[in-house]
């Protein structure tokens, strides 16, 4: 059995092909196993599994795998499994081999900003602390681990580690105040905000209602796709393969897609894009291509082109850069359904702009354009289908999407051979440029020297001139006309120019592998999303680029700030981490919105983001969720994440509420393996980690049980255990409880038992009795 877990293979193109249904098993494995031996030597069966591991467990032993079954790690995010008929590969996911996907671990947006002492916390029964880091606290002769949390007047609260799934990340405005322990005020400022959120929640509803019941044609797959596929000069990334997965099901489906891809810049995004526009142009629809400026409309056309004009698929392109007359032309091509695919900036959003039979919108760069000119395009046809691309998207995009009105896709894993690009933060000095440009053009490499106003370029283009004479620069920026810009950038992608002297122009999508050095003067004037885009300009080839960020002058507070959580993300990836830490330092207000500013400054974005969630959730079902209890456990049992197992205090932090944030109970060993990236032996270090897990598994059971609290007194070796209800139990249940032991007995407001506490006895005679008080 273990020799079927492997990492996924499949070919770059397996998924290009119309995705049929698979069977759906739901734990029936008898059923699963006859399936299996319909198939022939020439087909390939993939189990995409969030816990391989539990998958391995649950499977009986008397059903073998024949050898064309491979098991796969970290892929299981695709909802729902198909088959690929071009190469006799059939995919099943957790959906199709459990009967439900929902209950699996899903990364909330939450984990997504990493935690740091002295960050504001939200404590949903108490209100917003600052994180006072971990601490230890001797509690029934076992050392235990808390998340101390400060609060107002020196009020101190201790969280024990399981209990950090009620801690959320507090993004909203820079400095909120806290809040008293004593106080009832938190209760009131969640009540206000509830109330709020119900009348968000209907909005929204009704604005995605309408492209809900759309009911729309499934798109087919065409032969010719695989041929576009086969010239993407990359292999897919496992994201990618996962995205594309994502994109198909949807267009196969009776409903209009709504998706927002998630990927650092270079990550490709733009080619799924492609992918999905050629289907839709194969399946007699137009597509529309949304860019932010005309410099990088003008690169998506031109990709656009290259991979997809030779298979006849006419592209139009609208932008300043074109004359009134060209415009016209296209326009009047585009209402007659002659142009396929248009591709433009805002000017796609004018009124004369018609369409013959629009399918599909694809918008990049999503942050950059507002709601209602977003929602202008949606409502030109409600069956239109949407993707929408981005990189640093605004932290409302990523609640939509978790909140489930839209489906999120996230590319984590960087293209093979990406290298990460190297950061220097220092003073201006001539030194320092001159080095970074000679050692650039030592190489044959070209340079992006960007500043942060038009009126900073000729000062910028005279020192350059006076280091290097024979330099060939170009000058670009928004007061230079389209036409102007245009030539200047086919100049440098020609290799005409060595070095482009521009303003924030060029911070969105292009793509220039050869230009692999990046210098920013004045660091300090451009906001953090805007230099994360920046830093994205180099780095899209296999060399390794640099990016030079300079100040002339001390840094603000804030600016100093910003300057280091750039520097965090110098990993491959960290744009989702950055949008989060962006609304940190500039307050909801700023990307938010007035609407929502006071309710997110009040609560905090990710409990916002939940309780948004849940009042859709409510409205949807008529019913209301109930609260998760906060179950308080006294038992001898000592859990816990050593430095010996994870030394760094911070990636603690964080594995504690990745853990904490598990809602299904089975999921806990498997996850927490595939965190720390190995099976867990009985040595101390991995035993305390998994005496962890057997704390957070029974909490779990309790909350599902409404228990307030689970205790444990002991003498020796024999244990009294007792329970207590959030509220008075079914006698069904309880009738449960003492028919499978007799010993459970009540004794005022609680439940009592003895039993052993030898070799760890009590844990799955404790399990099953709280197991037995769900409903």
């Known amino acids: 059995m273990p020799g079927h877990q492997r990492q996924l293979t499949i070919r770059p193109t397996a998924t290009n092909k119309l995705f049929n249904p698979v069977p759906l098993f739901a734990k029936q494995w008898l059923e699963f196993s006859r399936w299996l031996q319909t198939k022939n030597t020439e087909e390939k069966v993939i189990l995409l599994s969030a816990a391989p591991y539990r998958l391995l467990k649950n499977l009986p032993a008397d059903i073998p795998l024949p050898a064309m079954v491979e098991i796969t790690a970290g892929a299981a995010e695709c909802l729902t499994g198909f088959t690929d008929k071009a190469s006799q590969t059939h995919y099943l996911t957790d959906h199709e081999l459990y009967g439900s996907s929902r209950k699996f671990y899903r990364r909330s947006l939450a984990s997504y900003a990493k935690l740091r002492t002295g960050d504001y916390l939200v404590h949903i029964?108490?209100?917003?602390?600052?994180?006072?880091?971990?601490?230890?606290?001797?509690?029934?002769?076992?050392?235990?681990?808390?998340?101390?949390?400060?609060?107002?007047?020196?009020?101190?609260?201790?969280?024990?580690?399981?209990?950090?799934?009620?801690?959320?990340?507090?993004?909203?405005?820079?400095?909120?105040?806290?809040?008293?322990?004593?106080?009832?005020?938190?209760?009131?400022?969640?009540?206000?905000?509830?109330?709020?959120?119900?009348?968000?929640?209907?909005?929204?509803?009704?604005?995605?209602?309408?492209?809900?019941?759309?009911?729309?044609?499934?798109?087919?797959?065409?032969?010719?796709?695989?041929?576009?596929?086969?010239?993407?000069?990359?292999?897919?990334?496992?994201?990618?393969?996962?995205?594309?997965?994502?994109?198909?099901?949807?267009?196969?489906?009776?409903?209009?897609?709504?998706?927002?891809?998630?990927?650092?810049?270079?990550?490709?995004?733009?080619?799924?894009?492609?992918?999905?526009?050629?289907?839709?142009?194969?399946?007699?629809?137009?597509?529309?291509?949304?860019?932010?400026?005309?410099?990088?409309?003008?690169?998506?056309?031109?990709?656009?082109?290259?991979?997809?004009?030779?298979?006849?698929?006419?592209?139009?392109?609208?932008?300043?850069?074109?004359?009134?007359?060209?415009?016209?032309?296209?326009?009047?091509?585009?209402?007659?359904?002659?142009?396929?695919?248009?591709?433009?900036?805002?000017?796609?959003?004018?009124?004369?702009?018609?369409?013959?039979?629009?399918?599909?919108?694809?918008?990049?760069?999503?942050?950059?354009?507002?709601?209602?000119?977003?929602?202008?395009?949606?409502?030109?046809?409600?069956?239109?289908?949407?993707?929408?691309?981005?990189?640093?998207?605004?932290?409302?995009?990523?609640?939509?999407?978790?909140?489930?009105?839209?489906?999120?896709?996230?590319?984590?894993?960087?293209?093979?051979?990406?290298?990460?690009?190297?950061?220097?933060?220092?003073?201006?000095?001539?030194?320092?440029?001159?080095?970074?440009?000679?050692?650039?053009?030592?190489?044959?490499?070209?340079?992006?020297?960007?500043?942060?106003?038009?009126k900073d370029l000729p000062a910028a283009a005279s020192v350059l001139k006076n280091i290097f004479p024979k330099l060939k620069i170009g000058i670009v920026h928004g007061q230079k006309s389209p036409q102007q810009v245009a030539a200047t950038m086919r100049a440098f992608d020609n290799g005409e120019l060595e070095l482009l002297l521009a303003t924030s122009i060029i911070e969105n999508g292009l793509d220039l592998p050869n230009v692999n050095t990046l210098i920013v003067e004045n660091t300090q004037k451009f906001g953090l999303a805007d230099l994360y885009q920046l830093k994205g300009r180099v780095g899209r080839g296999l060399v390794q680029a640099y990016a030079y960020f300079l100040t002339t002058s001390k840094p603000t507070a804030v600016s100093e700030k910003r300057l280091e959580a750039l520097a965090q993300t110098e990993e491959l990836g960290g744009g989702l981490s950055l949008a989060l830490r962006d609304l940190e330092l500039r307050g909801a207000g700023a990307i938010l919105g007035y609407q929502q500013h006071g309710q997110v400054s009040a609560v905090g974005l990710h409990l916002y983001g939940q309780m948004l969630a849940d009042a859709i959730a409510e409205q949807r079902s008529g019913q209301q969720l109930p609260n998760i209890p906060e179950v308080r456990l006294t038992l001898p049992l000592e859990g816990r994440i050593l430095p010996e197992l994870v030394p760094a205090e911070e990636a603690r932090i964080n594995l504690y509420q990745r853990l904490a944030s598990i809602r299904e109970p089975s999921e806990l060993l498997s996850t927490a393996q595939e965190l720390i990236g190995r099976p867990l032996n009985e040595d101390k270090t991995d035993r305390l980690f998994k005496n962890l897990l057997t704390l957070l598994e029974i909490k779990l059971l309790a909350e599902v049980a409404r228990l307030q609290e689970v205790t444990c007194w002991h003498q020796e070796q024999q244990g009294k255990f007792s329970i207590r209800f959030l509220e008075t139990p079914a006698p069904e249940l309880i009738e449960r409880l003492t028919e499978f032991d007799d010993n459970w007995h009540k004794v005022e407001s609680t439940w009592q038992a003895e039993h052993p506490l030898a070799a760890g006895a009590w844990i799955p005679w404790l399990k099953q009795s709280l197991k037995l008080l769900q409903n």
């Open 125 to 454: 029964d108490h209100g917003i602390g600052r994180f006072g880091g971990l601490t230890e606290k001797i509690q029934d002769g076992n050392p235990r681990e808390y998340f101390l949390i400060e609060y107002a007047a020196s009020d101190k609260l201790f969280v024990p580690i399981e209990h950090t799934d009620r801690l959320s990340h507090y993004l909203g405005s820079p400095h909120p105040p806290l809040e008293r322990l004593s106080s009832a005020h938190w209760f009131g400022v969640q009540k206000k905000v509830k109330a709020e959120t119900a009348i968000l929640a209907r909005e929204l509803l009704n604005l995605y209602a309408k492209r809900h019941v759309a009911q729309i044609k499934p798109w087919q797959s065409f032969p010719e796709e695989e041929l576009i596929a086969s010239t993407f000069a990359y292999p897919l990334t496992p994201d990618q393969l996962k995205t594309w997965a994502e994109i198909g099901a949807d267009l196969s489906g009776h409903q209009p897609m709504d998706r927002l891809i998630c990927g650092d810049v270079g990550f490709g995004k733009t080619e799924l894009a492609i992918r999905a526009s050629a289907r839709a142009v194969f399946n007699g629809c137009q597509v529309a291509v949304l860019a932010p400026t005309t410099i990088l409309a003008q690169q998506h056309f031109d990709t656009f082109s290259a991979r997809l004009s030779s298979y006849g698929i006419k592209i139009g392109l609208v932008s300043r850069a074109q004359t009134t007359s060209s415009i016209k032309q296209t326009l009047a091509a585009l209402t007659s359904g002659k142009i396929d695919l248009i591709i433009g900036t805002h000017r796609l959003l004018t009124d004369d702009v018609k369409f013959n039979h629009l399918g599909l919108l694809i918008i990049d760069e999503e942050q950059r354009f507002g709601v209602k000119q977003k929602e202008k395009l949606r409502a030109l046809k409600p069956s239109v289908h949407v993707l929408a691309l981005s990189a640093t998207p605004i932290p409302r995009t990523l609640n939509l999407a978790v909140s489930s009105l839209r489906d999120l896709s996230i590319i984590l894993s960087p293209p093979v051979g990406r290298q990460a690009v190297k950061m220097i933060f220092s003073s201006r000095h001539e030194d320092i440029i001159k080095q970074a440009i000679s050692h650039e053009l030592d190489r044959h490499g070209q340079i992006f020297y960007l500043v942060p106003r038009v």
